[in-house]
Structure formats: structure tokens, C-alpha cells
């Protein structure tokens, strides 16, 4: 019990003093971890890797120094960049104790989230939002066999959240239209064929997402599992150049595909709530670019 409030006392301590914490350290508050040993002290660093015996981080006063190891045994819990915790051993309980699902924010105070279970950090997410260029997919056949083509940009949006440290799981849905045109003569039959196809795509996908967070910039991979449902109107006629009638024709279809999505990109922080982002890969788009806004900070 004594070891508890010897905890508390020095989480509350830390988060009372953010000035003096700002003036020792060159690492933005957002890009550190929180590590409380123990004995009740607490050491802000970056967390480099959990290992089954050592903890292995970086201070953050010197972010390009050497990296230091803590045993495992001595740690009590790490509150990651992300606003998740991990526990080296069982929570203490009780109102005010760091247990299960409580982290502490980017100033270092403790808070309490809704419960310990992996959707805990549900409303603290990200919020992507892109636009697509360079048409990816399509369920036109011989669609490359068209004599010309015009391309929407399509519209991208997501909503991702914390799941553990540098994975984060969600939601993506994307929008997208394409226009087809083809004129053919056969001088067979002597007919004239002009046909034009807009095909309308809606895919949503579940996906998760692996980053590495750096100073500026956040590479990452996203994969996961998708539905793409494509609608095709097709309009055109047939015309006899021999006796100049022509034939209107209309037709329809719709059909859907699962797929697995793999793209890669990188996020460019700008300000602590708001970056930039570039991607490439499997989709509706070869490749995107966007904006990413953090929520429930």
C-alpha cells in the first residue's frame, strides 16, 4: 500500500511541473514514453523494445544518444506515446492506483479511460482523410481497351485508433468514378458502334495499420480485409451506314469483389494535431494523398 501512494504521489508530482520537464528536454511532448519503476520513480524516454528480460529506451534529452536497458522486473508499467499502458505485473486496484486502462497523457498526468479491454483508446484516433489518383481498379472488362478514359479523383476517408504500441486498427471506406468511351466501324457489317461507360465504386475495408513513429515523420504499412461493390451504366448505338439507322442501347450491371488491401506510406507531421500523408499500393487508387486529424487529445 505504501508503494502505491509513493506511485501516486509521484505521477501527480511530474504532472504538476510540465515547465521544468519542457526546459531538460528537446523531444516534443507527444514523442515520449512514461516508464514507472517500482520503486515509484518515473523515467520519460522512448521505448526502443520490450524484450522477455530488458527494456531497452532512449532518453529523451538526448534522443540521438546511446540506447540505456532497465530490467524488466523492475518496471511497473509503461504508458506508451499513443495513451496506451502496459503492465509488467499485476495492476494495483483501488480509485486512484494505475491500474488497467488508466494512462498518462502528453503532460504527465494520470487519467482514466473507460476499461482495459483493446478498444479502450476508441475516441482517441485519427480521423484520415485523402484523395486518389491513378485508377487502380475496375470491374469493366477489357477495360484497357477503351479508346479513352477520364478519371475522378476518388475521395478516401478512415477513422483508425490505438490498439497497442505503433498499431492502430479501424475503419476505410473510399469513392471512386470512372468514365469509358469506344467508337469501332466494322467493315464487315458495315456498322458504327459508340459506347460510353461510367462505372461507380464504394469500397470499405477493415484494416490495421503498423507504424514507427520518428521525429518528423511516421512510415507505415496497412493491410487488412475489403469489400469493393462496382455499378456499371453503359449507353451507346449501333448504326447501319449503309441506310444511316441507328439503334439505341442502355444496360446495367452491378457486382462486388473481397480483396486484401496493401499499401505503405508515411505521415509528415505538421502540428501535433494535424498531418500530411502520402500512400501507394493496392485499391481503388494507386495512390493517395491527404490529411490525418488527431482526436480526443
Known amino acids: 500500500m505504501q508503494k502505491i501512494y509513493l506511485l501516486i504521489f509521484m505521477v501527480l508530482l511530474v ?16 514523442a515520449f514514453d512514461v516508464m514507472v519503476l517500482n520503486n515509484g520513480e518515473i523515467i520519460y524516454g522512448k521505448v526502443v523494445e520490450v524484450g522477455q528480460h530488458l527494456v531497452r529506451y532512449k532518453r529523451t534529452d538526448i534522443p ?61 484516433g485519427e480521423i484520415r482523410l485523402g484523395f486518389g489518383f491513378i485508377r487502380n481498379f475496375s470491374r469493366v472488362k477489357e477495360v484497357d481497351e477503351y479508346q479513352s478514359e477520364f478519371t475522378f479523383p476518388s475521395v478516401h476517408f478512415s477513422y483508425l485508433f490505438p490498439v497497442g504500441p505503433n498499431m492502430d486498427l ?8 470512372f468514365e469509358y468511351a469506344d467508337k469501332s466501324f466494322s467493315e464487315y457489317d458495315q456498322l458504327m458502334t459508340d459506347r460510353s461507360i461510367h462505372e461507380s465504386l464504394f469500397s470499405i475495408a477493415v484494416v490495421g495499420k503498423y507504424g514507427i513513429d520518428m521525429e518528423l515523420i511516421r512510415p507505415y504499412f496497412l493491410t487488412g480485409v475489403s469489400f469493393t461493390n462496382s455499378s456499371v451504366r453503359t449507353e451507346g448505338s449501333v448504326t ?58
Open 64 to 124: 540521438d544518444g546511446p540506447i540505456y536497458e532497465l530490467l524488466k522486473s523492475d518496471i511497473y508499467a509503461i504508458s506508451y506515446r499513443n495513451q496506451l499502458t502496459e503492465y509488467m505485473e499485476a495492476p494495483a486496484s483501488g480509485p486512484l492506483g494505475l491500474r488497467k486502462g488508466n494512462y498518462i497523457d502528453d503532460t504527465g498526468i494520470l487519467r482514466d479511460s473507460v476499461d482495459g479491454t483493446w478498444y479502450a483508446a476508441v475516441r482517441k
Open 240 to 297: 447501319f451506314t449503309d441506310d444511316e439507322r441507328s439503334i439505341l442501347v442502355r444496360g446495367g450491371s452491378r457486382s462486388g469483389q473481397f480483396g486484401v488491401p496493401i499499401r505503405g506510406g508515411v505521415d509528415v507531421r505538421i502540428t501535433e494535431a494535424f498531418s500530411a500523408f502520402i500512400e501507394v499500393g493496392t485499391g481503388l487508387s494507386l495512390m493517395q494523398v491527404g490529411g490525418v486529424f488527431k482526436i480526443g487529445k
Open 15 to 30: 504532472g504538476s511541473t510540465p515547465v521544468t520537464y519542457s526546459q531538460s528536454s528537446a523531444v516534443p511532448a507527444a
Open 170 to 177: 479501424g475503419l476505410a471506406m473510399g469513392f471512386a468514378g
